[in-house]
């Protein structure tokens, strides 16, 4: 199962935030929302060293980010610094072969 990490700044907007969340409800692939209290991914990396020593750091490790919001699929990033509409992203995500549940009419 493809695993999608939506990592958002603490400055977004909620409205923004829900919409994202509402994404494990239109694809097939577990969806990770963590809004963060730091403005770049870098000092987000540093704080998870911090405080679990690492052991969590192994996620990330190879993946070469900056800039929040980051959109990382199975380790991969897709989408850094910006923050795409939720069908520019449902797009996106059938490019990389993730499927969409049922149609369905989605209010965004």
Request: aromatic letters at 16%; glycine letters at 4%; a negative charge.
């Amino acid at each position: 199962m493809h695993v999608l990490e939506i990592i958002l700044p603490y400055d977004v907007d909620p409205e923004l935030e829900e919409k994202y969340r509402r994404l494990k409800y239109m694809v097939k692939a577990e969806v990770k929302v963590v809004t963060v209290n730091y403005s770049t991914f870098k000092e987000y990396l540093e704080y998870i060293k911090e405080m679990y020593g690492g052991r969590r750091l192994v996620e990330y490790i190879y993946v070469d980010a900056e800039d929040l919001p980051v959109f990382i699929l199975d380790g991969q990033v897709i989408v850094e610094g910006n923050y795409p509409e939720v069908y520019e992203l449902l797009e996106l995500l059938r490019y990389y072969g993730i499927r969409t549940r049922r149609k369905r009419q989605y209010v965004f």
